[in-house]
């Protein structure tokens, strides 16, 4: 397969400015808009003080590839907003070779993908997309928004004693950001007057029975416990819902979007752009295409050696500064200027570049710094460490007719999950889902099927995010060590998952039947052509559970990344940071992103995100009025 590298160079949307007088100083100065850094920017605004979100992308809040949602696949290829970064699954580098979407640059301006590159090739990686522009990847995500357990949010407390962070407490930032579209009101579970609309689709296919969709549901429910005369309702239940023994259960639910009951993609941009057309005149200042280079500290507390004290930011300013931007051209750099913040700098670049500024400026693993002539403002370990992710991987095949069905979301736990906990978050449906490359994702055709499973608490997270070198221009070297730390159970777990979704499918019955499957387990068609070509025992011994737990060890994939910046307590000497998000050992700096998770939240860091954001406008402010 090759797709284009690039374009001609694409002109910039609009830059946003506000109303209020361009300032030199800022009470507040966030780096990054997504779900950590872009509503906590709106609400220091709208809470009185002069604040600066500083974001490397442009506004694509017109452009219908990301404010329609069901745009979802074309947003994340889009080279106006992609940043491509290519990381590594292991340190194993041949066994990272096996990833079949594996992208090599051609170097004639195409990528190639697949595990037989052409001669002079040069290695890329694996593709980790994200998103460079106001509202983060949460402009050109799926939108699925679904809620971490409990124990998540409550290790939090274990950790550090604060009991602000338990999950009962966290409830309470749902209701505030959300604007529910999907219940009637007065569900106490839920907020009906935030800026964050969710819906839900409608599920009403599942009452037909003589869909091939619904015979498979109910199997399903019949596998998995649930009474199948029932599964036409379970499949409106709300996945948001709250109560003791949610994290236990396993169900069907509907699957909610963070977007509003007409399609259109809610997302921190809706947030940040009313903020600024609203008539309160909130001073709030917007500054797009500008890459931050690090953060400055007061120069009289280094020198006397007291608490370094964050005072402002370094920029570079101009599109497509980064080396992760497709668009980026060699040697491109831009004026570079100091801006001030004589409160606090947040840091909410995401989990690869949040760690990343910090090491720019001095905080981090010492020895890391010092190879790079950094000088250290505060050697903190954890920075950078502890990179988390879901585990991701799918079966899909085709079926012998078009599968007619709606989507089906269960979450279930298999057999040999270690705790009571459901463990997988599956969606089936006739999509094909297999992973991240350029060009993403490949159609298979009208009978294409897919179960796409999302692990939902993995029990490794050894990755990290290093840097190459002190030019903050430069991606990070980015390893997130899949499966380092009981491996085994997380794969075994998968293929139960697999194993329990395929015999499901089983009762789909005609025209659909046979599936032909193309993966974890290649279908008895398969090995009927891999007979005619002689292979007959390979393909029939693919399908072993041992097969199918090596094909998710080499083909899983994630883009859920988290935790390069925890939170953690006093004792603990990889915490980067308190219960408040303060970055430890250093003032007025914080992180607000999903960097800050110690533990990965759930099956999808979104919505969990912009709760944290949520809860630490309000600990930021709370401190401001201590301090007045
Ligand atoms: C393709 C894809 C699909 C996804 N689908 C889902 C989904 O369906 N549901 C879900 O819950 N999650 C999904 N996610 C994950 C989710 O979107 C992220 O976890 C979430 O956006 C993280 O928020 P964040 O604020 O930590 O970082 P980000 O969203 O990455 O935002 C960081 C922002 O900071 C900016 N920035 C970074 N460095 C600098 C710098 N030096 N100077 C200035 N600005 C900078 C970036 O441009 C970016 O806008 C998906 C992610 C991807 C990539
Ligand atoms: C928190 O600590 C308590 C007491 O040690 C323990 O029972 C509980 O399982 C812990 N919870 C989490 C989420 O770590
Ligand atoms: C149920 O699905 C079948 C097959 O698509 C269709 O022919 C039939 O009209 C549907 N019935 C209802 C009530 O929608
Ligand atoms: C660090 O500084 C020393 C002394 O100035 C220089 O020799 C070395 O090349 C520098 N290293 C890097 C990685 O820039």
């Given at each position: 397969?090759?797709?284009?590298?690039?374009?001609?160079?694409?002109?910039?949307?609009?830059?946003?400015?506000?109303?209020?007088?361009?300032?030199?100083?800022?009470?507040?100065?966030?780096?990054?808009?997504?779900?950590?850094?872009?509503?906590?920017?709106?609400?220091?605004?709208?809470?009185?003080?002069?604040?600066?979100?500083?974001?490397?992308?442009?506004?694509?809040?017109?452009?219908?590839?990301?404010?329609?949602?069901?745009?979802?696949?074309?947003?994340?290829?889009?080279?106006?907003?992609?940043w491509d970064f290519w990381v590594k699954h292991s340190d194993d580098p041949v066994r990272d070779l096996?990833?079949?979407?594996?992208?090599?640059?051609?170097?004639?301006?195409t990528f190639y993908v697949g595990l037989d590159p052409p001669a002079d090739a040069k290695l890329l990686g694996i593709q980790y997309p994200r998103a460079a522009v106001l509202g983060g990847c949460a402009m050109h995500n799926a939108g699925v928004c679904s809620l971490p357990a409990d124990d998540d949010w409550n290790i939090i407390v274990n950790k550090t004693g604060d009991t602000s962070w338990s999950a009962e407490n966290m409830r309470k930032y749902l209701k505030k950001i959300e604007k529910n579209e999907y219940l009637p009101a007065g569900d106490e579970a839920h907020g009906y007057d935030g800026w964050l609309a969710t819906s839900a689709a409608d599920n009403s296919w599942a009452k037909n029975d003589s869909l091939p969709g619904t015979r498979m549901l109910k199997k399903m429910a019949e596998l998995t416990g649930q009474d199948p005369n029932d599964a036409v309702n379970l499949v409106n239940r709300d996945i948001l819902e709250a109560g003791d023994n949610v994290d236990e259960t396993t169900s069907f639910y509907n699957m909610v979007t963070h977007a509003d009951s007409k399609g259109k993609r809610s997302s921190p941009n809706n947030y940040i752009r009313a903020t600024l057309a609203d008539p309160a005149k909130y001073p709030l200042t917007v500054k797009l295409q500008t890459l931050v280079t690090r953060v400055l500290f007061d120069e009289a507390t280094l020198k006397a050696g007291s608490t370094p004290r964050a005072i402002g930011v370094e920029v570079m300013e101009g599109a497509s500064l980064y080396r992760a931007d497709p668009k980026h051209v060699d040697g491109t750099k831009g004026p570079v200027s100091q801006i001030l913040a004589t409160r606090e700098v947040i840091v909410a670049g995401g989990a690869f570049n949040s760690p990343q500024i910090l090491k720019l400026s001095g905080i981090g693993p010492a020895a890391e710094l010092t190879k790079f002539n950094i000088s250290v403002v505060k050697d903190l370990p954890g920075v950078g460490e502890n990179l988390g992710d879901n585990y991701e991987g799918?079966?899909?095949?085709?079926?012998?007719?078009?599968?007619?069905?709606?989507?089906?979301?269960?979450?279930?736990?298999?057999?040999?999950?270690?705790?009571?906990?459901?463990?997988?978050?599956?969606?089936?449906?006739?999509?094909?889902?297999?992973?991240?490359?350029?060009?993403f994702?490949?159609?298979?055709?009208?009978?294409?099927?897919?179960?796409?499973?999302?692990?939902?608490?993995?029990?490794?997270q050894t990755g990290s995010v290093r840097l190459v070198s002190a030019d903050p221009q430069d991606k990070p070297d980015i390893n997130f060590r899949f499966f380092e730390k009981r491996g085994d159970e997380d794969l075994h777990e998968l293929v139960e998952g697999a194993n329990l979704l395929r015999k499901a499918w089983q009762a789909a019955g005609e025209p659909v039947l046979p599936f032909d499957e193309l993966h974890?387990?290649?279908?008895?068609?398969?090995?009927a052509a891999a007979a005619a070509a002689g292979k007959e025992e390979e393909e029939e011994e693919s399908c072993t559970d041992a097969a199918q737990a090596e094909f998710f060890k080499t083909q899983a994939y994630s883009h859920h990344a988290t935790s390069t910046c925890a939170i953690g307590g006093d004792d603990d000497k990889m915490a980067v940071l308190d219960s408040k998000f303060r970055v430890r050992g250093v003032e007025g700096l914080r992180v607000v992103d999903a960097s800050a998770f110690p533990v990965v939240p759930g099956a999808f860091p979104s919505c969990p995100t912009m709760m944290l954001s949520a809860k630490a406008a309000e600990d930021i402010l709370a401190d401001a009025k201590k301090a007045e």
């Open positions: 397969m090759r797709y284009r590298l690039l374009s001609a160079l694409v002109a910039s949307a609009a830059i946003v400015t506000d109303a209020a007088p361009a300032a030199s100083s800022y009470d507040y100065i966030v780096v990054g808009s997504g779900p950590g850094g872009g509503p906590l920017a709106a609400n220091l605004a709208r809470a009185g003080y002069s604040t600066l979100l500083i974001e490397a992308g442009g506004d694509e809040g017109d452009n219908p590839t990301y404010t329609d949602i069901g745009n979802f696949n074309e947003a994340a290829n889009d080279e106006l907003t992609r096996k990833f079949k979407h594996t992208t090599w640059d051609t170097g004639d301006g799918s079966l899909l095949a085709l079926g012998a007719a078009p599968v007619q069905s709606g989507l089906i979301t269960l979450l279930f736990r298999t057999p040999s999950a270690p705790t009571k906990k459901r463990n997988i978050f599956t969606w089936c449906g006739a999509f094909s889902f297999e992973g991240f490359w350029p060009g994702p490949t159609y298979h055709g009208p009978t294409q099927y897919t179960c796409a499973m999302v692990h939902m608490a993995p029990k490794s974890p387990c290649p279908s008895s068609s398969g090995a």
